[in-house]
């Protein structure tokens, strides 16, 4: 008998149109090889969750993206059913989410990322936080949802922190010139780096989902030891949380300071994008890994957790 999959997709973040394209090209690759695939959109009706988890698949593939898909909240629940699962477990999961304490935990391990702080929107709306130029981002999104870079001469007060709605903490950090790098690490490996190129503005929820609004370079033309430190660092972040599966980090690369001094570990994601325009797939394309491939050794490298 084929395996059976179930794949999740859709919540009810910010992220929830990203997740559904994710989950249906997940779902599309394993049923074209030969997997038996139940594709569930989660809500946050846990009863109707666990219902469509009967019977118990062999392995469930969590395409969620953003709250509660991917700061382990989901990976509790299957904990408890003590299912094997894709991409990494609840605690690691739970750190990533939260970029402050992702940052102070890495810094422990000599992993250089943009001076910052954490505010309240009160403190954002009542002036300078910090010398501009400066990145407002929220502390548990991902996808870039609701950052701001604000510039010298800009409106303190950005009128977006009024209608505020990413929780009542703000992540304020230095803001870093010069190129937008990412690493995709797949179980013990760094696959290689990309350097995104937006063709206005910067890497914005808008840019990274929307065809035509970006360029990827692969591999990033940077100096050679710009791209081992990238990915060693990606290598170090993901074993370091405890991250299992795959995993993307992002990083900021001022190439006006010499050497891998100006590398800045920005963020890692847990959950990254499978959709057509996603890093990952692009990275192991790469590599020669077709998008089935991919998908079926996250399958094959599910862990149960409990």
Known sequence: MSQHVAVLHGGWSAEREVSLVSGAAVASALKERGFRVTLIDVGRDLPALLAALTPRPDVVFNALHGRFGEDGTIQGVLDILGLRYTHSGMLASAIAMDKSATKRLLNGVGIRSPNGMVATREQVLSGDIMPAPYVLKPNNEGSSVGIQIVREGDNRHPSYAESWNHGETVLIEQYIPGHDLTVAVMGDRALTVTEIKPHSGFYDYSAKYTDGRATHLVPAPAPKEVLEEAMRVAVLAHNTLG?????????????????????????INTQPGMTPLSLVPEQAAYLGISFGELVVWMVENAVCHA
């Open 243 to 267: 991250c299992t599966g795959v995993s993307r980090s992002d990083f900021r690369w001022d190439d006006t300071i010499s050497g891998i001094s100006g590398v800045y570990f920005l963020e």
